[in-house]
């Protein structure tokens, strides 16, 4: 009798642990997949920069987190990933990782695309050389223009025979890493033609301009003559006014970039007085292309002149313009704030006839 209670007891509870199995391992595998999952990564303390390449599925990544010591198993990830497929793929670029990311985490990061955004910043009044290779110093970027000439620079872009001078807005632009110096130097331009495009849209009237093209090279003279916002729209003004009435721009730094590379530091009379097509003191009306890329402030003035009498501006040294309605007024401008002043070399702006 004894024997048999003891047997009936045993078998309970042999049928009492079969029906926990299950739930003992639903628990664990629930306690080794949310350990697995919600564990942080084993990144550095600053965090780790991590990319993945076009065409890599998650039972790749997954094993390259773990090759590479990120991970302590692939399998957890694998698994989770295919579970949770409906949430999306992941997707190439670079990423972010910091430090406390956990694997669920970073699945959800790298299916989101939250790559890695770069910048890089072209100033105002910057040529396009500068321009180019200031592009070229930036990192993850994918460079298909080293050594070609600034006319195949333009051919790459679709614009064969334009000139690249003054093409470009000066901005900051965003990028990925792997982003090509094409697309970026792309998206400049047609920032600086719809810029251009809506400026001349709303254009004072009498303006002596036939293109926004000719705006675009008297804008690029302006950036180049001042940064003073109040200053500009004054110095457009004298330009116009001088173009209207058939007077030489006579602008200093039209006759720099004609000079390019021979230029000393100093501007000389005898470099007044060479005859490149940029010398604006030899050659009436405006330059042939822009001499920098202009800033929308630029642009803006140079389609919205002052209302004002100038025909002559000289560069006081202190970053504004001294303006005269005379010729005598401006060469005692030019005494005062320039020989007097013992500077060597200025903006002269506009000279003596």
Sequence with gaps: MKCFEV????????????LSLPVMVFLMTGFWTWDGLF???????????????????LTSLADDLAATGLL????LLSWYGRMTESDGAIKA????LPTGMTPRQFLQKVRSGEVIQHQVTFLEGWLFEQLLDWLHRQPGIDHQLYG??????????QHSGESPEGRFFPDTYNYESGTSDVSILATAYKRMQKILADEWLLRAADLPFKTPYQALILA????????????????????????VQGFRLQSDPTVIYGLGSEFSGDLRRVDLEGNTPYNTYVHYGLPPTPISNPSRAAIHASLHPADASSLYFVARGDGTSQFSDTLAEHNEAVRKYQLDGGQKHGRRGAAEE
Aim: no cysteine; glycine share 6%; net charge positive.
């Design 220 to 243: 690029s003279i302006v950036e180049k003559e001042s940064g003073l916002q109040t200053d500009r729209p004054r110095i457009a003004a004298v330009f116009i006014r001088r173009l």
């Design 39 to 57: 564990t942080p990564m084993q990144l550095s303390p600053e965090g780790e920069t991590y990319r993945i390449p076009e065409g890599a599925g």
């Design 93 to 96: 670029g670079e990423y972010y």
């Design 72 to 75: 302590s198993s692939s399998k």
């Design 7 to 18: 047997m009936r007891i045993s078998n309970k509870s042999y049928r009492l642990v079969l």
């Design 148 to 157: 070609l000439s600034a006319a195949d620079v333009m051919t790459r872009l």
